[in-house]
């Protein structure tokens, strides 16, 4: 879904958001597909308008200099607005660029909406929620990258690099 849809309906608004990282994910388009059709579902059984996806495609989530989707659908969120992504780990892989989207949607007065954590960010207890997830999703990354390490170290000591 890429094309704005009216906004004078009286309904609550919603603008997603999804990311894949490499272009295989693109290529195959099954994981943008699957998160865009998350989205729609949602929007529809809370009875809200979905205005527009935004998708960053081939992107890292290591920071949010490079994603231009996620920061054009950031600075459309006004009051009572929903920001809905599929997994946190799509908004971010990094702490700190985390915490800065969250405090972005705070400060529009919008809600942001994890499907796959099922975080609410309008109550204290939503807010530490999402503050914990940021934490393991850096620490996620941190792994992969020592993994990844790993694997190519041995490969080049074993020549099959």
Avoid: C
Avoid at 116 to 128: F, L, P, Q, V, Y
Avoid at 143 to 154: F, I, N, P
């Amino acid at each position: 879904m890429t094309a704005l849809k009216s906004m004078t309906d009286s309904k609550k608004q919603a603008i997603g958001y999804v990311r894949v990282s490499t272009q295989k994910q693109v290529s195959e388009g099954l994981s943008i597909e699957a998160q865009i059709a998350k989205i729609q579902a949602w929007a529809m059984l809370n009875d809200y308008e979905l205005v527009h996806v935004y998708i960053d495609e081939g992107i890292s989530g290591k920071n949010i200099t490079n994603r231009p989707q996620l920061n054009k659908a950031l600075s459309l969120l006004k009051k009572d607005m929903a920001f809905v992504f599929y997994s946190l780990s799509r908004i971010s892989r990094n702490v700190i660029d985390t915490i800065l989207i969250g405090e972005q949607i705070r400060k529009a007065s919008a809600d942001m909406v994890s499907l796959s954590e099922k975080i609410d960010t309008t109550g204290a207890a939503g807010r530490m929620v999402f503050n914990l997830l940021a934490v393991l999703n850096d620490f996620e990354r941190d792994q992969v990258s020592e993994r990844t390490k790993m694997v190519m170290s041995y490969l080049r000591e074993n020549n099959k690099v």
